[in-house]
């Protein structure tokens, strides 16, 4: 049976039908639906979770994996900085039970704050990894690295990149194939990575790597296309179908679905059927720089681009020299749609109290992010996640104490979980007195709702024990701990100011639910009345279902319309479109002419 799936989703059926017991991940777009579609199948069969963070998945992926399970973890290309030390040392360890580290890059960077080129990894951490090109091989790559990984002892990495990920093609669904879990023994030597250990352990890593490296010339993954031309394309992942796209069957291919170790012996044989070869691939140039280190003299950035993705219109010019004309030609030039904090969005409030203030905002990864842009425009930094809490200690340190009575740190509840905790301890165990705001909406909300420890839900849907906040707070030593509605704008501004005025450490927990999730149920729409001054303090919010629009009559003079039909002086006119406002009321409260009205019906 065929079937059209995601790339994402095709790596979790590999998995299952690979008969793998064990899944342990943390949410990233682009890699977060692998997670997702793999607790989709019964638990009976297959364990799956959320961790804290992706460094605390690794290890409990590799634990499964030496217990003698077959074992994964999934993650952004960023969440691999995370996971990086178990990482390593897993390389040393190698496995039991099958062990696949998952990750997916992002070129162009549609959901990240770098483009980092997870290649490097596998080069450093000396573990094998697999590339696929589209969803049926995102499934059978997967499949067989957990077989690879048993047989070399050794986990693999599967790279994906976002087009992959989140691009459909068909599938060919099978049966899962149980996999008995492994007898597991007690063995120092091989799982205790202490000096005398691991010294002893870099050799073997050293053999399996040559091992590794013959397997790779000798290997389905990586494939000639001999069509009898001169010119030929070393390439791989989404690069392979953008480049069949562009330039079809006129030049020549190798495919490298292997890309670490690298098919030395391969590429000399495709060079010499080839006068002239492309390096055709995302990010950096890992695969140009392996290839010219053979001797081999190949065309490659120079002719590229280290910048975001790759187009066959771009490959097919830097290859043949044609410039493809464009299919269709705009008149006129579409307005920007920056991405905004949905309407109803908690953190609205927050950042709009925070402008107020005039404060400087140490920011963090999540949606609240977008309240660096305008017109909320408050966030001074946000570097990865947690560091919104370090950071702010930093800057404190080294500014003073009446910089820090202007300066706050907000972080969402599950970043909080993922690596803000240590930050927050770092301040009150070197006496700091930072202000931090803890924005809990109830959800991991930028990665699509997934739950967290602060939820008292599983990937599952399955209640568990909820982290309590305030107490985890009060544990790590901080005494002053306020719970505020931040959409109760006066007593959170009044809040705000009270605890940025305290000479020690301070938690403010933000808390109102995410406005998408299904429990919450705001009514009704609001509306501008006649009362309105057009002072536009509403506009500061950012909400995209408020605007200002003008008006003209049939001879060119602006007029403007109110509520009651009646022509006014007025060149602008404050409106809120009901069918994008959900009635949260953030607007009604901010008004200072209650000119904004809520109603009940639509």
């Not at 669904?173 to 091989?190: C, D, F, S, V």
């Not at 544990?475 to 809040?495: M, R, S, Y």
């Not at 506009?539 to 008006?551: D, N, Q, T, Y």
Request: charged share 25%; aromatic share 6%.
């Amino acid at each position: 049976m065929k079937k059209l799936l995601l790339g994402n989703a095709a790596v979790a059926q590999g998995a299952y039908e690979a008969g793998i017991h064990f899944v342990s991940s943390y949410p990233g777009t682009p890699s977060t639906e692998i997670t997702e579609c793999l607790a989709k199948y019964p638990k009976e069969e297959v364990y799956v979770e959320w961790a804290p963070n992706e460094k605390v998945a690794a290890e409990a992926a590799i634990g499964a994996a030496i217990a003698g399970g077959r074992a994964m973890t999934c993650c952004k290309h960023v969440g691999l900085n995370v996971m990086a030390d178990p990482v390593f040392t897993d390389s040393y360890i190698g496995v039991n039970g099958g062990a696949v580290f998952c990750v997916a890059d992002d070129p162009g960077m549609h959901s990240s704050q770098n483009e980092q080129d997870s290649r490097h990894y596998a080069v450093a951490s000396k573990i094998p990894m697999l590339e696929p090109s589209d969803s049926e091989e995102c499934k059978e790559f997967t499949k067989k690295a957990f077989e690879l990984s048993e047989k070399f002892d050794t986990p693999f990495f599967i790279r994906l990149q976002t087009r992959v990920s989140h691009s459909q093609s068909l599938v060919n669904i099978e049966e899962r194939k149980e996999a008995n879990i492994k007898p597991y023994e007690k063995n120092i030597a091989k799982n205790v990575m202490m000096p005398a250990c691991a010294v002893k352990r870099h050799v073997v890593v050293e053999e399996r790597t040559l091992k590794l490296k013959e397997f790779s010339n000798n290997c389905e993954f990586n494939v000639i296309e001999n069509n009898g031309s001169d010119i030929g394309i070393i390439t791989s992942g989404i690069s392979y179908n953008y480049s069949k796209e562009a330039l079809k069957n006129s030049v020549n291919y190798l495919k490298i679905g292997m890309v670490y170790p690298m098919p030395d012996e391969k590429i000399k044989e495709f060079a010499s059927i080839c006068k002239k070869i492309f390096v055709v691939e995302e990010l950096d140039p890992y695969m140009e720089t392996e290839i010219k280190a053979l001797g081999i003299n190949v065309l490659g950035k120079e002719c590229f681009t280290l910048l975001g993705e790759y187009t066959p219109k771009m490959i097919k010019k830097a290859v043949l020299g044609e410039a493809e004309k464009e299919a269709f030609e705009l008149k006129e030039s579409i307005p920007a749609r920056p991405p905004v904090l949905c309407p109803g969005c908690p953190h609205r409030a927050t950042f709009y109290v925070l402008k107020k203030l005039g404060l400087t905002v140490s920011g963090d990864i999540g949606c609240y992010t977008l309240g660096a842009v305008a017109p909320l425009n408050s966030v001074d930094t946000t570097i990865c996640m947690g560091a919104s809490i370090s950071a702010a200690h930093g800057m404190a340190k080294v500014r003073g104490k009446e910089f820090n009575k202007k300066l706050v740190s907000v972080i969402g509840d599950s970043t909080f979980m993922h690596s803000g905790i240590t930050g927050l301890s770092d301040i009150v165990y070197n006496k700091g007195s930072n202000t931090v705001i803890i924005l809990d909406n109830s959800i991991t909300g930028m990665t699509g709702h997934q739950d967290n420890p602060t939820t008292g839900k599983t990937i599952r849907g399955e209640a568990t024990k909820q982290v309590n906040l305030i107490k985890l707070c009060e544990g790590l030593g901080v005494e002053h701990i306020v719970v505020a509605d931040p959409f109760d704008v006066k007593n959170f501004e009044k809040v705000v100011k009270e605890e940025t005025e305290r000479d020690e450490v301070s938690v403010i927990i933000a808390q109102r639910p995410c406005a998408l999730l299904k429990s919450v149920k705001y009514e009704g729409f609001c509306t501008v009345s006649d009362k309105c001054k057009k002072c536009k303090v509403c506009m500061k919010l950012g909400c995209p279902a408020i605007s200002v629009i003008k008006s003209s009559d049939n001879s060119g003079n602006v007029l403007n319309e109110n509520s009651n039909g009646k022509k006014t002086d007025a060149t602008e006119t404050v409106v809120i479109d009901k069918t994008q406002c959900n009635g949260c009321g953030l607007c009604v409260n901010v008004c200072p002419f209650s000119a904004i009205e809520k109603r009940a019906e639509r």
